[in-house]
């Protein structure tokens, strides 16, 4: 009979495809589409945008070892409680990926544009830093336990066999991501108010609407007239993105 390290793999190596994938978004710039690492340009006095790039290339690499083909006799099966943990956590990773990425958008032009004050801050080489620095210590840590997973699986099954060796070559990618991550913050130390401001940093959503009944103290009314005035900035926001014709409005249409 398999171990539970053995019965877990295949599972949680898929799961580990998606929390990869989650934690190679996270070192991308919110609106940023180039991933390649820059070679003929000159040093830039932080090793923090080099760091990122390849800290990028390594959980691609994890990510591209890590497509597992459907083990025969799973399909239909439910997930192994590892497996769920996993998937969890890659959940959330981008869920909070998401969250930042509610202060960017789009213009007219496809070029990226804020949504809301705090877009300065979340495209500052403050929060990409604070960001990378997360996603070395989470890759770190992930590489430890899947390694140990590895190491526990029985070598002897065919199916496994091919889980074991991407879960290895994967471990070996995310360690080198977390050692990236690792000289660039030697180099130059993350400080703790970088990591303070990205974990502030709020969801770019507008207050709901309250009406008011007659009723409320003074109290209840200024927060009425403060989350009035935010709606109006979030609305500002989004106005500003959209192009100052409409593409319903045509001849025929005005008829």
Do not use: N
């Not at 898929?14 to 996270?26: F, K, N, Q, Y």
């Not at 913050?185 to 770019?204: F, I, K, M, N, S």
């Not at 507008?206 to 009723?215: E, I, Q, V, W």
């Amino acid at each position: 009979m398999l171990r539970r390290g053995g019965r877990d793999l295949p599972d949680v190596a898929g799961s580990m495809h998606a929390l990869a994938l989650a934690i190679g978004g996270c070192v991308r710039d919110i609106g940023e589409r180039d991933s390649r690492v820059p070679a003929d340009i000159a040093e830039p006095a932080s090793p923090w945008p080099a760091a990122r790039a390849k800290a990028r290339r390594a959980a691609f690499l994890a990510v591209q070892q890590l497509r597992l083909p459907l083990v025969s006799g799973r399909a239909g099966t439910g997930v192994s409680e590892r497996g769920q943990h996993v998937q969890a956590a890659a959940r959330a990773l981008a869920a909070g990926h998401d969250l930042l990425a509610t202060h960017a958008g789009c213009d007219a032009d496809g070029a990226w544009a804020g949504r809301s004050a705090w877009a300065p801050a979340v495209r500052s080489a403050e929060v990409s830093r604070a960001m990378a620095a997360e996603m070395g210590e989470l890759a770190r840590h992930v590489a430890a336990v899947a390694a140990a997973m590895v190491a526990a699986a029985p070598a002897r099954s065919d199916e496994l066999g091919k889980a074991r060796q991407d879960m290895a070559v994967a471990c070996r990618y995310l360690r080198m991501l977390a050692a990236v991550v690792r000289d660039a913050h030697q180099q130059e130390p993350v400080p703790g108010d970088d990591r303070e401001l990205l974990r502030a940093t709020p969801a770019a959503a507008a207050p709901a609407r309250r009406l008011p009944d007659g009723s409320e103290p003074a109290g209840a009314l200024c927060a009425g007239v403060i989350a009035a005035a935010e709606r109006l900035r979030q609305s500002t926001w989004a106005a500003a993105g959209r192009p100052g014709w409409s593409p319903s409005v045509s001849a025929e249409a005005l008829r």
